[in-house]
């Protein structure tokens, strides 16, 4: 079996492990970012695919990689996992359509709460209490439905006609612009930059780098992972917002 992820921030990875360590079964783990993700979607026939839900849509990075690899899901059993601050409607029809497209099954899926990526924005503000008890209920029902795969009864959250309707009305055809190209961001905050390059290295995109000026910018290839914003250690990067408002993610595994 193969959990497949992509995750800017975290928290896309960790409910996946917490999903496959519950499902006793031989797995791999692997993000679409790794070079060896063809080779091993390639050999298995089950695959446990995990990523955030952007405005009740797939991040543009994922929808390009399913897009570029569409042959290999031919034929295979995929259980959905989509994770998000609030609410998606559909975010694990998403990419079930578009995969049901390219000849997979989908046997599942499973959306869960986590605490929200965009910590430039005020509003998605959680207290660490509330954080906690976010965690412990999650915990409790990734393990709930992880245990519901074994017996062959797989949760089919977000995969419904109402889900469905619920994505486009809710959020995707309001916000079909953010998610439809890649973007002009982040935004750097030169007072506080200090050109530690952490925000180059970790880029999924390849879209930073430091330009005649000798300052860090942008090659209008952001897909809005916030996995800048998380890793800058002087907190100068910001994509929606203007301040960094909430605490980086603890869950995002930082070389430094
Ligand atoms: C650009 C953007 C758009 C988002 N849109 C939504 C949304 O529509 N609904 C929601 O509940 N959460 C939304 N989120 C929150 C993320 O889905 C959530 O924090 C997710 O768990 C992050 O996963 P990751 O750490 O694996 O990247 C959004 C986050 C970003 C960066």
Not at 55 to 70: Q, T, V, W
Not at 112 to 122: G, N
Not at 123 to 149: G, H, M, R, V
């Amino acid at each position: 079996m193969l959990g497949l992820y992509f995750s800017g921030t975290g928290n896309s990875k960790l409910c996946l492990e917490i999903f496959l360590k519950n499902l006793n079964n031989d797995y791999s783990l692997c993000s679409i970012e790794d070079s060896n993700a063809k080779s091993l979607i390639e050999k298995s026939e089950e695959i446990i695919l995990s990523y955030p839900v952007y405005y009740s849509n797939l991040p543009l990075i994922l929808k390009d990689f399913l897009l570029e690899n569409s042959s290999l899901f031919y034929g295979k059993k995929i259980f959905i996992i989509a994770t998000m601050g609030l609410f998606s409607g559909d975010g694990t029809g998403c990419s079930a359509r578009i995969l049901e497209k390219y000849g997979a099954v989908i046997i599942g899926g499973l959306h869960i709460k986590m605490p929200d990526c965009i910590i430039d924005v005020k509003i998605l503000k959680k207290s660490s209490e509330q954080e906690d008890k976010l965690l412990k209920n999650t915990k409790l029902k990734i393990e709930k439905s992880a245990n519901l795969y074994s017996k062959n009864c797989q949760t089919q959250q977000g995969l419904g006609v109402f889900s469905h309707i619920a994505g486009l009305l809710g959020q995707r055809l309001w916000f079909k612009k953010m998610t439809s190209t890649y973007k002009k961001y982040p935004k750097i905050d030169y007072q506080k930059c200090i050109n530690c390059n952490n925000c180059i290295a970790y880029c999924p995109m390849k879209n930073l780098y430091i330009n005649s000026l000798n300052q860090i910018d942008n090659l209008n290839k952001c897909t809005l992972c916030y996995r800048c914003v998380h890793v800058c250690p002087k907190k100068a990067i910001t994509i929606l917002g203007k301040n960094i408002v909430h605490k980086q993610s603890q869950f995002l595994n930082k070389k430094s």
